[in-house]
Structure formats: structure tokens, C-alpha cells
Nanobody
Framework: QVMLVESGGGSVQAGGSLRLSCAPSGHTYNYYSMGWFRQAPGKEREAVAIIHVASGTADYADSVKGRFTISQENAKNTVYLQMNSLKPEDTATYYC???????????????????WGQGTQVTVSA
């Protein structure tokens, strides 16, 4: 079973920064897209940012535009999420996701993604 492995979560104060990383465990895949979702306690999982691997273009949730940057390192099949100016409302478990192909749906629809990580906790204190 393919697993995406995340790293880089932690606890920071508001205004701080964290960088998340994600790569598949054991194998290299030609993903169509890779990115991040998050889920806060008592809330539904939501899309944060996605990068389309071939083109390098990215999509972001409105709540993180201008603060978060997604990037990739194709040779390592790795995706990063640089999170700056963190706010308490960014506190959540962050999940890496990857799509093997384009199903034609919205980038923010979690059903479009075939591989998932176990999640890494990000906690932002006021």
C-alpha cells in the first residue's frame, strides 16, 4: 500500500513559519498533482494548496493565499508547503495528497486524490 510520508509539523506562535514536506514511501510515481489538505477539530477536511506536477502551476485556498507557498522537487517526487505568517486558525492536521491522474473534478475535491499521508499536526498559538 502506498503511503505518503509527511514531515515538518510542529508548534509555533502566531506570525511564525513552518515548512511541511511530503514524499511517497518506497516508490516513485508520475503523479498528476500533489498537495495539502487540512482538518481542524470539529471541521471538515479542506484543500489548502495543490501543485500540478507537469506544469508547476498551483492552486491555493483563499484563506492561505499570500501566506503559503507550495513547491516541488520532481527528482525526489517531493512536495513542500512553506507556511508563513501563521495564524491560530491555521491550527489543524495537515494531510499530503496525490493524484495519479486527472479525474476532471475540482482540485479542491478530496475524491480526486488517490494516495494520502497519515497527517502531521500544526499548532499555532496566539
Amino acid at each position: 500500500q502506498v503511503m505518503l510520508v509527511e514531515s515538518g509539523g510542529g508548534s509555533v506562535q502566531a506570525g511564525g513559519s513552518l515548512r511541511l514536506s511530503c514524499a511517497p514511501s518506497g516508490h516513485t510515481y508520475n503523479y498528476y498533482s500533489m498537495g495539502w489538505f487540512r482538518q481542524a477539530p470539529g471541521k471538515e477536511r479542506e484543500a489548502v494548496a495543490i501543485i500540478h506536477v507537469a506544469s508547476g502551476t498551483a492552486d491555493y485556498a483563499d484563506s492561505v493565499k499570500g501566506r503559503f507557498t507550495i513547491s516541488q522537487e520532481n527528482a525526489k517526487n517531493t512536495v513542500y508547503l512553506q507556511m508563513n505568517s501563521l495564524k491560530p486558525e491555521d491550527t489543524a492536521t495537515y494531510y499530503c495528497a496525490a493524484a495519479l491522474y486527472d479525474d476532471g473534478g475540482s482540485w479542491s475535491d478530496e475524491n480526486e486524490y488517490h494516495h494520502w499521508g497519515q497527517g502531521t499536526q500544526v499548532t499555532v498559538s496566539a
